[in-house]
């Protein structure tokens, strides 16, 4: 049995699909504010405060282990129900909140290895999902566009203290956005007034310090749309360390486009 924490985002879903398709014993702990998987019969309605809950769920059924996917919105702490184990762990959450939602899942995955259940990688059922060193598209960085790369990762690399930041666009060698905590939609619809045509990347790399086992930069279809609408040329991922939701769609918007999608 693999209990599944989800949030929003297609991703859980594609999880989901795999899961099933591998006739593999599953339950679901919906954390989503759409409550999207409640359909399913093996899902339970909880909220993040409610660990006593959360834990009793995932033993019951005999979890050892859990893969975490999706968004989960980083809660109102003076509103959130919590359960007796809830009262005892939330001051740990509170205090690494300050730090932002990397820190949240870090303690939270910490919490549950002292339960003794094992947090598993979040594309372990979905190798495909994670893209290889190369250029997937027809049209491939130029000289220009290279320079933009090495200006986006040495950017991201430097802001340690801004360990929420997965994201940032760079044109001409000039930094235009860093993603804050809003994160990378609200960051791209920045740009759109300052767009030219077919010019500049998106770099998109996990967070300073990040726990690679959840919460990996993910991309698709409807940031490659946003990516155009910026005036864009590419987005530029790391290695085994994203998310690539509805590739054939994406890939063939791209390259009518003429944009790329780069894996460093």
């Known amino acids: ?3 599944l924490i989800f949030g929003e985002t297609n991703f859980p879903t594609e999880i989901l699909k795999k899961i099933k398709k591998k006739k593999i014993e599953y339950l679901i702990i919906d954390l989503s504010k759409s409550k999207k998987f409640k359909k399913d019969n093996n899902s339970h309605d909880v909220s993040i405060g409610q660990f006593g809950k ?14 975490f996917a999706g968004k989960v919105d980083k809660p109102n702490f003076s509103k959130i129900k919590l359960d007796l184990k809830g ?22 995955i910490k919490i549950l290895k002292q339960e003794k259940i094992k947090t598993i990688n979040s594309v372990a059922y979905n190798p495909e999902l994670s893209l290889k060193n190369g250029n997937y598209s027809k049209v491939k960085p130029n ?11 040495k950017t991201l690399r430097r802001l340690k203290k801004y360990n929420y930041s997965q994201a940032v666009v760079v044109r001409k060698n000039k930094v235009l956005a860093i993603e804050g905590k809003k994160g990378t939609e609200y ?8 767009s030219f045509e077919n010019k500049g990347v998106l770099v998109k790399f996990p967070k300073i310090k990040q726990d690679l086992r959840i919460d990996l930069p993910t991309i698709g279809l409807k940031t490659l749309v946003q990516c155009k609408r910026a005036g864009l ?11 690539f939701l509805e590739q ?4 063939d918007f791209v390259n009518k486009n003429k944009m790329f999608i780069y894996v460093k």
């Not at 959360?54 to 893969?67: E, F």
């Not at 040329?233 to 998310?243: D, E, I, P, Q, T």
């Open 248 to 251: 054939k769609k994406t890939i």
């Open 87 to 108: 009262i005892y762990y939330m001051p740990r959450i509170i205090k690494v909140s300050k730090l932002g939602d990397a820190a949240i899942l870090k303690e939270i």
């Open 187 to 194: 960051m791209l619809k920045k740009c759109i007034r300052l």
């Open 1 to 3: 049995m693999i209990g």
């Open 143 to 153: 000289r220009d566009d290279k320079k933009d790369i090495i200006k986006g990762i």
């Open 54 to 67: 959360i834990i009793n769920i995932l033993k019951k059924n005999k979890c050892k282990k859990v893969i």
């Open 233 to 243: 040329k590419g987005v530029v991922l790391k290695s085994k360390c994203n998310v």
